[in-house]
């Protein structure tokens, strides 16, 4: 495991490369039956270990900051929870990495993404005309605007919000990102901070 989270100076976020096997990954958990019951509906190797890697990592956080942890579960909108705690938690799975924030006040969305090109392609599934003539030139910020919308969709755990017709960049640097959702006739905001390391960039509400 390694963990970045000084690196990031927020003790309630880690990253984890996932080196192990699944067999491996499973028996950090396995004393836990409702893994068993969730990966039988996961039949990819790759999302397999993915979610256990995942579930692994918020284990390990949540000993970290001194919180029990019983499992986690998705509500009805399929955000993410941890059972018995009225805390939150978002996480992020991309390539070989997976990322976990947890915050005991306030709805929490984090994103991590590599630098690829292809998103310069499907940059207007999730970019206004406006913002994608803004970003789409320069791959670190369009990547930047990806992560800084998926968070704060994962912040807002809502079924139905459009990344490009109703979440809004305010403004958004190599630092951070100020951005707007609507939703439901409820204006969300946030400041969505960057961290990069390697070929990714991290971005997750503050």
């Known amino acids: 495991m390694i963990t970045f989270e000084n690196e ?21 958990v396995s004393e836990f039956d409702w893994i068993n019951e969730h990966l039988k509906e996961i039949t990819h190797q790759a999302k397999r270990i993915e979610y256990l890697a995942s579930r692994v990592l918020l284990k390990k956080l ?47 969305g984090i994103d991590i993404q590599p630098l690829e090109k292809k998103l310069h392609k499907v940059s207007k599934k999730f970019l206004s005309d406006l913002e994608n003539d803004k970003f789409n030139k320069n791959l670190e910020l369009l990547c930047r605007a990806w992560c800084a919308k998926e968070a704060i969709y994962k912040m807002v755990g ?16 190599q630092d951070f990102a100020f951005v707007e959702a609507i939703f439901e006739n409820i204006n969300y905001q946030s400041k969505v901070q960057f961290y990069s390391f390697e070929n990714f960039i991290v971005g997750y509400t503050i």
Not at 8 to 28: F, G, T
Not at 158 to 173: A, D, H, M, P
């Open 8 to 28: 990031i100076n927020n003790p309630n976020i880690a990253l984890w490369r996932i080196e192990e096997s699944e067999k491996d990954l499973h028996k950090i």
């Open 158 to 173: 809502k079924k139905g919000v459009s990344l490009r017709n109703q979440i809004k960049i305010i403004e958004l640097n």
């Open 62 to 108: 949540c000993q970290k900051l001194n919180i029990k942890f019983d499992g986690v579960f998705k509500d009805e909108h399929l955000k993410p929870y941890l059972v018995g705690n009225n805390g939150h938690i978002s996480i992020s799975h991309s390539s070989d990495y997976c990322a976990a924030i947890y915050s005991k006040n306030n709805s929490v």
